[in-house]
């Protein structure tokens, strides 16, 4: 009663009561979007900086002698290449095993043509080398190698991924957005509820600052409650979601999860979300104030 | 020291509540303010306690023409006027003590000395042992009392009170206007609206009478004697 701001509202009725669970649901959709977001960015960036560190050259050649004959020249070229720390061949074990999602389960000789397939490591210290040269200089040492830098597959997914996370950044600036107008409804509510009591202290001679501090007050108590709901809730869902991706394996699910060590900023957003709600609540009051005389 | 000159008040775009009223109230006057339903009573009692500017004509309160102040510098002068309302108007969870403490936490009195000057002015209006009790579980009378008790405790200069024994029996009203009397004579300048013709023959003090929307002005009979 005694402290700095004046408060001379009753209580928090009903229809307020509610208005901390509505900015904690906002808060929740807001904290998965902001995590999908930040986790899209994160796996594409460890995801690309891994496929760029890496080349693959195929020699597709039917017959034996000549594949071998081509792909040690390919060797040969690539291993003395500028910027290339190590070429070497895949053995026909792997090959089958990144083969079977497609192909099925298969004996390894199975008299299948399979292209001999050379992975090409970069030398990440160094220059990345020109790629449409290489392929070249490749095709005159090799006829039958083909150079695939991931870039055609690579650039598709990026757009993709960059739609989804122009999508994930637009959810939250709608949920921003909504709670904002939700707190101005809100807050509205509250003015005509309170509306005598608001006109008597202004009578009193009450300044507009020392009436919206009241509100103030209240609103930040129930953007601090909400925010705070809202985020432990997402954050018990991110968890769930990262325990059940562990138990799937790695792959797309693990890859669009964030880590859990990374969530701490999660807890900015009751602060923030409390600013937020007092903020509105005060332009909300102030600019109702002034429609008294 | 309060002086309205052809003052015009309308809502929006209707017709004339108050038409070219003019008087004015001196330092430590005491009127009523008298007249039938409809006459604009209340509007003009908004204009005294600055819920509206009017529509035209000239007030001055306390020396500063209305026309010319800011909105920001309307609250030093509200609170250099008390306002009885009809209706109490008391925040119902606050106690008797709490409601009248309001104006002096508004000007930012000093804990100790809103707690002296609270129960010091409670137990005058005779409500010392009822300081801590909400306004539902007071009479009529008392919660009028702490309402008089809320308009006064920063010692205003005017002190405007609307229909202050509207709610109370005759002994209650009796004793409200000898408290009204008692704080003019302190100084306060007050005026009392009232549909109480008989109060107004009893007290004696000048009335501005209203009708429709237009203000006359009777001088006061013989003075109070407030064993009335």
């Not at chain 1, 103030?216 to 909400?226: P, S, T, V």
Request: net charge neutral; charged share 20%.
């Amino acid at each position: 009663m005694w402290g700095k701001t004046l408060q001379f509202l009753p209580e928090s009725s009903l229809r307020e009561g509610l208005l901390p669970w509505v900015i904690g649901v906002m808060l929740f959709l807001c904290t998965l979007s902001l995590a999908g977001a930040f986790a899209i960015g994160q796996g594409l960036e460890r995801w690309s900086n891994h496929l760029t560190a890496n080349l693959s050259v195929q020699i597709v050649v039917k017959d034996a002698i000549e594949r071998e004959n081509q792909t040690q020249a390919a060797l040969r070229l690539l291993n003395a290449t500028p910027g290339v720390e190590k070429a070497e061949v895949l053995a026909d074990s792997e090959i089958i095993a990144l083969l079977s999602p497609w192909l099925g389960e298969m004996p390894i000789d199975n008299n299948l043509p399979i292209p001999t397939l050379i992975d090409v490591k970069l030398d990440e210290s160094a220059d990345r080398p020109d790629t449409k040269a290489l392929s070249e200089r490749l095709r005159a040492a090799a006829p039958g190698a083909q150079l695939d830098d991931h870039q055609a597959w690579m650039t598709q997914i990026l757009e993709l991924a960059a739609i989804i996370q122009i999508l994930l950044w637009s959810v939250v600036f709608m949920v921003v957005m909504s709670t904002v107008a939700i707190v101005i409804f809100g807050c509205r509510a509250g003015l005509a509820t309170h509306h005598e009591s608001i006109e008597i202290m202004h009578l009193m001679g009450a300044e507009d600052k020392m009436i919206a501090k009241a509100f103030d007050a209240r609103y930040l108590i129930h953007g601090l409650k909400g925010g705070l709901l809202g985020v432990i809730l997402a954050a018990t869902t991110l968890w769930v979601l990262s325990r059940m991706a562990e138990r799937l394996g790695q792959g797309l699910i693990s890859a669009s999860l964030p880590d859990l060590s990374y969530l701490s900023w999660l807890f900015i957003l009751p602060i923030a979300a409390a600013i937020i709600t007092m903020l509105t609540a005060r332009i909300t009051v102030r600019k109702a104030l002034l429609e008294l005389m | 020291m309060i002086s309205f000159e052809n003052v015009g008040m309308r809502y929006g775009m209707g017709a004339e509540v108050l038409t070219d009223v003019s008087f004015s109230l001196d330092r430590g006057s005491f009127h009523f303010l008298v007249g039938p339903s409809g006459a604009g009573k209340t509007t003009l009692l908004k204009l005294l306690y600055l819920a509206h500017r009017p529509s035209r004509g000239l007030v001055n309160f306390f020396g500063k023409d209305l026309s010319t102040l800011e909105r920001d510098a309307l609250p030093r002068i509200r609170r250099r006027i008390g306002v009885v309302f009809q209706d109490y108007r008391l925040f119902e969870h606050m106690t008797a003590f709490e409601n009248v403490a309001l104006p002096l936490r508004i000007q930012g009195a000093k804990k100790i000395q809103v707690a002296d000057h609270v129960e010091e002015l409670l137990s005058w209006v005779g409500l010392g042992d009822r300081m801590h009790a909400k306004p539902a579980t007071l009479s009529g009378g008392e919660k009028q009392r702490v309402a008089i008790a809320r308009s006064i405790i920063n010692k205003p200069d005017l002190l405007v009170a609307d229909e202050p024994t509207g709610n109370v029996d005759a002994e209650m009203s009796r004793r409200l206007m000898q408290l009204f009397v008692a704080l003019n004579k302190e100084g306060t300048t007050t005026i009392v609206a009232t549909h109480d013709e008989g109060l107004v023959k009893r007290v004696g003090a000048p009335v501005l009478r209203l009708d429709k929307g237009q203000v006359s002005y009777t001088p006061g009979g013989k003075p109070m004697d407030p064993r009335k």
